[in-house]
Structures are given as C-alpha cells and as structure tokens.
C-alpha cells in the first residue's frame, strides 16, 4: 500500500539558508507524488506535483522536488529561505480516489 | 482564479448536536472529497463522493457521517451526533479527475470544527 513518511516534525533554517524537507514513500507501484503547504489558518495549497514526466520537479515560491527511485524519496528544497517559508508541509501519495498524506514538517525560519 | 470555498469557517456546537459543513467545489468538477485534521495531526481522508455516491469511505467515516450534494453546486458534509473527537479541521476538495492519475485535489479554506 502507499505511504508516506516524512523525516523531522520540526525543522528550522536560518534566513538565506537551503531549505531541505525530507520525504520516502513506499509504493507497489509507480506513485504519483505530492508536496502540499498549509500557512497558519489556511489551507493546503498544493506546491508541485510528481507525474512521472521528470525526476526534477519545479514548483511554485521557488521550491523543488526530486524523485529518486533507488532512495524511495522525494525531498523537497528551496536554494534560499525566506521568512514568508515558514509553514507546515506536508508530503503526500495518490492511492485510488484520494491522498494520503505525510504526519506533516512544519518549518521555522530564524532572522 | 477558480477556487473551493467552504462555509462556515469555525463552527462550535455541543456534543449530541448535528452540524452540517458545507463546500462550494470549481464548478467544473466532478470528484468531491472531504477530509479532516485533528489539532496536531495529519491530513486524514474521509470520503470521496462522484457522480452523485459515495466512491470510496474511509474507517472514520461511520454511520455519524452522511455526505450530499443537494444542487449542483454544494457538496455538504453532515455529522448526525457530534462527539468530542470530531473537533478538527475539516477540508473539501474537487478534482477534475482521480487522484490516481495525478489530477489535482483543490482544497478548500477548511471548516474548524469544535465540539464542547
């Protein structure tokens, strides 16, 4: 069955810093993956999405994701922080009709 | 841009008292879907709703909980008898398609729900 399992509940990074999210899933089959983040008292926006069409994927406020199928992993990134990343993320699969989502990284960023 | 909307935006009832949420998908959208996070926790899918039935339910969604779509434009979900557990966020989402061939699920806003 798909899951998801994200690394660190909590994860904080200095302004400027990279921004490393860590996500594994585990599939029978080839998944089609998700990064979702939810700003205080709102809801999930959707970030960027994997579909199989490349390994590298882009998304928007400059993240990305890269799917590697020897690691199991999708992590996410972003080159530099900025305070306005500070946020809950949440990494997620596609199994049938809905997703399931990761226990969620919620990230600080310090001045 | 074309988004989900949900009303209320907080809800607070007695515990024994029916509530109903109600969700407002992209007009264009077949697949409706609820969700709910408890305070603290994940994202926990609840059912998913086309062509007028349920598609697929998960374990949580009990006899408590009945999903509709009474025009062709809102899709509620209703708890017969709030228990103090059901106190979480509550999320609609559509999708033009199935998530398994990676359409997207478009959330709402969320419904914060608490039962006293």
Not at chain 1, 69 to 82: D, G, I, M, V
Not at chain 2, 61 to 69: I, K, T
Request: glycine share 6%.
């Amino acid at each position: 069955a798909q899951s998801v399992t994200q690394l660190g509940s909590h994860v904080s990074v200095s302004e400027g810093a990279l921004v490393l999210l860590r996500c594994n899933y585990s599939s029978s089959v080839p998944p089609y993956l998700f990064w979702y983040v939810q700003y205080p008292n709102q809801g999930l926006q959707l970030l960027l999405k994997y579909t199989s069409a490349a390994t590298l994927v882009k998304g928007i406020n400059g993240f990305e994701a890269e799917f590697k199928k020897s690691e199991t992993s999708f992590h996410l990134t972003k080159p530099s922080a900025h305070m306005s990343d500070a946020a809950e993320y949440f990494c997620a699969v596609s199994l049938d009709d809905k997703i399931i989502f990761g226990k969620g990284t919620r990230l600080h960023i310090l001045p | 841009e074309p988004e989900v909307t949900q009303t209320p935006s907080h809800q607070v009832t007695q515990m024994g008292q029916e509530v109903i949420l109600r969700c407002v998908p992209i007009s264009n959208h077949l697949y409706f879907y609820w969700y709910r996070q408890i305070l603290g926790q994940k994202v926990e899918f609840l059912v998913s709703f086309y062509n007028n039935e349920i598609s697929e339910k998960s374990e949580i969604f009990d006899d408590q909980f009945s999903v509709e779509r009474p025009d062709g434009s809102n899709f509620t979900l209703k708890i017969r008898s709030t228990k103090l557990e059901d106190s979480a966020m509550y999320f609609c989402a559509s999708s033009g398609g199935l998530a398994v061939v990676y359409n997207e699920q478009f959330f709402g806003p969320g419904t914060r729900l608490t039962v006293l």
